[in-house]
């Protein structure tokens, strides 16, 4: 049993080692781009929340990100406020505006759901840019700093691992309790869960705020890293990013989203080095892994292993089922 | 009485498809409902679990009304159905398939911590021997024959912990021998469990080989209803319906 264990989770022992020793092997500047994909892996995971677990495309998810980084922001910048409660009113204020577009979206499925979430999410980014006074508008909030002790980007890095550690222990308690079996079913067949008793609104709604609490989290993580917020946190390309990281990684798969949002982020740190045309690049990187790796890199993966595995099982199960 | 309609009546625009159906479904029943193609069986289902709202009349479920019940809190009350169309969850296993169905009646679906795996080992496995999928557990549903999956479906249907258990053709698209099978679960559920079973089926064979009680629709009306026997017997059922093949 323990060593059963073990054999299932040496590569998170090895992904916790390396990501403690990393600022002591990598440079300041990747430091900086490994804390980026951290902060957007959560992202992405709470966008996989809704996607890959409940079968809902969010094309708004952004808009909750960068209302986290707003609150924070505007906290610590205008009212001096404590860092570590500007951190939980980030998620709140994310939550709480999850819940209210929540209510209207969770009513509607697949291609309908995403325009709506889009709407929102592109109301949101107007509502902040346009209001100059109270947010900035487009020069965005300038001078976020986190508090003494977590300045130093080895110091904040550590403080986004513990962060992501947690949030993804949250996340997977939450995909394998019951409330998470409900929303695989959901995405499986609606009408049938519906059937069992479920009444599927209430669930939608409940990941959904769970999704914009947690993307909140993200953006409220970035703001102090960044040292700066900007109205395009909330609007639609940013709601794209997640999108295109757990296609590429893999959105039926729990770690999909972190793989595909790493492998973006450095490629983009990387290629932005000697070329702008970066985009063109990622392009062709998501049409290779669509033709070539269906499901993503990580779902590719987990679909061959599972068929090695379902073939390595029939011959037994044959035996059985023989006359 | 578990179920009663009175006078329940649904049009499509200009199509009556059930007209003023009043039935009785008495506890611990199998009771058969027949008819042939377009005459209103599924519709009539559908009113039943609330996927349709009725035109005119009332559901009454054990003496209270649920007319206008949204489907799962019927489900909560105890009616349950099956989907002609297997309808299942292709990528969940066999298992992880009777468990919510567990977790849902169960009420425990909201919580969002425990670790679901945990929870109801025995009755899962209770039910999956009931009907015959125990080996099969680890399977996932798009892998399934299709009798298989009829025998998921109805294993799911089970761990809701239904009262009343709706089949809508049980044994349809099944080999004879599953047919046989069938025929044989559904008897030992209504026997050992308590189920009230209310079917639809066109195979003759299976309807006169386990209904206790039969009703025939025709264009939506409600033309015979009793024991099997004298449903056989009735002329105008053998006009419209049997033809010769009781």
């Known amino acids: 049993m323990q060593a059963g264990w073990l054999k299932q989770a040496w590569w998170l022992i090895l992904a916790a080692v390396v990501g403690i020793l990393a600022p002591h092997i990598i440079s300041e500047f990747y430091l900086m781009i490994l804390g980026e994909a951290l902060i957007m892996s959560i992202f992405a995971l709470a966008f996989n929340l809704l996607f890959g677990y409940m079968g809902q495309l969010s094309f708004g998810q952004a808009a909750f990100y960068g209302l986290g980084g707003y609150t924070v922001a505007m906290l610590l910048t205008k009212l001096q406020f404590n860092f570590w409660l500007s951190l939980v009113a980030g998620i709140l204020v994310a939550g709480i505006v999850g819940l209210i577009v929540g209510y209207f979206c969770v009513k509607l499925r697949g291609i309908y759901f995403a325009i709506l979430t889009l709407a929102f999410g592109q109301l949101l980014f107007v509502i902040i840019y346009k209001w100059h006074d109270f947010t900035g508008g487009d020069d965005g909030i300038q001078g976020v700093f986190p508090p003494e002790a977590l300045k130093a980007p080895i110091s904040y890095y550590y403080f986004i691992l513990i962060v992501f550690a947690a949030s993804v222990y949250l996340l997977w308690k939450v995909v394998n309790s019951p409330f998470g079996y409900v929303l695989k079913a959901m995405r499986e067949n609606p009408e049938r869960t519906e059937f069992l008793g479920i009444n599927i609104a209430r669930y939608q709604l409940m990941a959904f705020v769970m999704a914009a609490a947690l993307s909140g989290l993200a953006g409220a993580l970035w703001a102090p890293f960044y040292r700066s917020v900007a109205p395009f946190h909330l609007m639609w390309v940013k709601s794209g990013e997640p999108v295109m990281a757990t296609i590429l990684g893999g959105s039926t798969t729990f770690f999909g989203p972190v793989v595909g949002t790493f492998l973006m982020t450095f490629l983009h740190a990387y290629v932005l080095g000697f070329t702008y045309f970066w985009p063109v690049i990622m392009g062709s990187f998501i049409l290779v892994v669509i033709f070539l790796l269906p499901g993503g890199i990580l779902g590719f993966a987990q679909e061959k292993l599972r068929e090695r595995s379902f073939k390595a099982m029939t011959p037994e199960g044959r035996d059985q089922d023989a006359p | ?246």
């Open chain 2, 1 to 246: 009485m578990l179920l009663e309609t009175r006078g329940l009546t649904k049009d499509f625009g200009r199509l009556r498809a059930v007209n003023s159906v009043s039935l009785e479904v008495s506890q611990g029943d199998v009771h058969a409902i027949i008819g042939p193609n377009g005459a209103g069986k599924s519709t009539y289902f559908n009113l039943i679990t609330g996927y349709h709202v009725p035109t005119s009349g009332e559901v009454i479920f054990k003496g209270r009304r649920i007319t206008r019940l949204p489907s799962h809190k019927r489900c909560k009350l105890g009616i349950t159905r099956s989907f002609q169309i297997t309808s299942v969850f292709p990528k969940l296993t066999v298992y992880e398939g009777v468990l919510l169905a567990l977790l849902s009646s169960k009420g425990i679906t909201l919580n969002p911590l425990s670790r679901a795996m945990n929870y109801f080992k025995d009755e899962v496995w209770h039910i999956l021997e009931d009907v015959g999928l125990a080996e099969q557990a680890r399977v996932r549903g798009d892998s399934l024959s299709h009798g298989d999956k009829k025998r998921w479906e109805l294993a799911i249907t089970l761990g809701t912990g239904p009262e009343l258990l709706l089949l809508d053709e049980p044994t349809c698209g099944m080999s004879p021998e599953e047919t046989e099978a069938t025929m044989v679960l559904i008897q030992k559920l209504a026997e050992e469990r308590g189920l009230t079973i209310l079917f639809t089926e066109h195979d003759m064979g299976v309807v006169f080989g386990i209904a206790k009680r039969i009703s025939v629709l025709h264009q939506g009306m409600l033309i015979a209803d009793g024991e099997p026997q004298a449903v056989r017997a009735s002329e105008e059922v053998q006009k419209v319906y049997l033809g010769g093949v009781a």
